[in-house]
């Protein structure tokens, strides 16, 4: 009964390549996000999305998307991987944009 | 640009009280969370305020000034399991999230 669940947990992988993690959400939350932690531990959104709208952090680079085959799923791909890549990479969702997130249990991202 | 403003950690003693500041500045505000994160894990939800004043909820209270841009954390009877990184965030005028580096509270016997 995960409330929000991310797959894989751990990803490895070669610079260059492309990979996508799956989000899912099963509380009927109208709004998804994508944060990235860095090894500071800073939390930053990447995108929010609600279903009519998606707004996107500028600051990240277009070789990363998300996609939303429905309401309950967002899902990033990542193309042409790089180095600083690597990361955890946190899905979340919240009833509305001014309500609190509820967090998945994190991917984490290691490019070698 | 915005900016939230944490210690960086704190080390407090089991079955005390501990405070964890907050400052921040953003483009607009509306309301402030404050989360904890434990090592691996996801952040949980632990407040929100959005008008002045103290919220509590158990062992757990947080306070608001927005006319200061301060916020604190107040966790009374420590516990061990308490040990974890505490995060505040901010929601600008935007609705986006902006977030404190954390602040990791060591909690010792």
């Known amino acids: 009964d995960t409330a929000v669940s991310q797959t894989p947990k751990y990803l490895v992988t070669q610079m260059g390549n492309d990979k996508s993690i799956k989000c899912e959400q099963n509380l009927g939350h109208d709004t998804m996000y994508w944060y990235k932690q860095d090894s500071k531990k800073f939390l930053k959104i990447m995108f929010s999305?609600?279903?009519?709208?998606?707004?996107i952090n500028e600051t990240v680079p277009n070789r990363f998307s998300p996609k939303s085959p429905d309401k309950a799923h967002l899902n990033l791909h990542i193309n042409s991987l790089e180095l600083g890549d690597s990361a955890v990479y946190f899905c979340a969702s919240s009833p509305t944009e001014n309500t609190e997130a509820f967090f998945g249990q994190g991917t984490r991202l290691t490019v070698v | 640009g915005q900016n939230i403003d944490q210690p960086t950690e704190m080390t407090a003693t089991e079955g005390a009280i501990v405070q964890i500041n907050c400052t921040y500045q953003?483009?607009?505000?509306?309301?402030l969370f404050w989360y904890q994160q434990h090592a691996g894990e996801a952040p949980t939800f632990l407040s929100y305020?959005?008008l002045d004043g103290l919220e509590e909820k158990g062992r757990f209270s947080s306070f608001l000034s927005r006319s200061k841009g301060y916020s604190y954390l107040l966790l009374k009877e420590l516990q061990m399991k308490d040990s974890a990184s505490y995060l505040c965030?901010?929601?600008?005028?935007?609705?986006?999230?902006?977030w404190g580096a954390g602040t990791k509270l060591i909690i010792k016997p």
């Open positions: 965030a901010v929601r600008d005028s935007n609705y986006q999230l902006i």
């Open positions: 953003t483009s607009g505000f509306n309301g």
């Open positions: 999305y609600n279903n009519k709208e998606l707004i």
């Open positions: 305020n959005v």
